[in-house]
């Protein structure tokens, strides 16, 4: 297939795995995101700040945006995105959390930290 037979969209699959050493200071950047966000209803920014209060992974969530991962890479357009958030155990030792494994299962080829499927 030549490459003007080939599809114009792609998916960037990124799984990020962060540390959370300041929950105090996640908690206040995201509760100033939500507070200046001013084309939120009131009713949902009360929802936003019981939920970043209550839980990380939410206002981690809150601060994370995809758009900002490839809003200035030239040539691009970000179609569609979706994320998610969630707190885990994690030991960076365990065989668990290779992530390359799930890439070679599925045929791609692992080059270094990249992957080109």
């Keep these: ?3 003007s037979e080939t599809s114009r969209f792609v998916r960037l699959r990124v799984e990020l795995v962060v540390e959370v050493d ?3 200071a996640l908690t206040k950047a ?3 995101r939500i507070a200046a ?3 939120m209803p009131a009713d949902e920014r009360v929802h936003a700040e019981d939920t970043v209060t209550e839980d ?3 206002a981690l969530a809150y601060l994370v945006d995809p758009f ?3 809003g200035e890479v030239p040539g691009t357009e970000l179609a569609q995105a979706s994320w998610s958030s969630e707190e885990i155990d994690y030991d960076p030792d365990s065989p ?3 992530l390359d494994e799930d890439d070679e299962a599925d045929g791609d080829e692992v080059v270094g930290d990249r992957v080109d499927g």
């Design 1 to 3: 297939m030549s490459t």
């Design 56 to 58: 990380t992974a939410e």
């Design 37 to 39: 966000d001013t084309e």
């Design 22 to 24: 300041d929950v105090d």
């Design 68 to 70: 900002d991962l490839v």
């Design 30 to 32: 995201a509760l100033q």
């Design 96 to 98: 668990d959390w290779d």
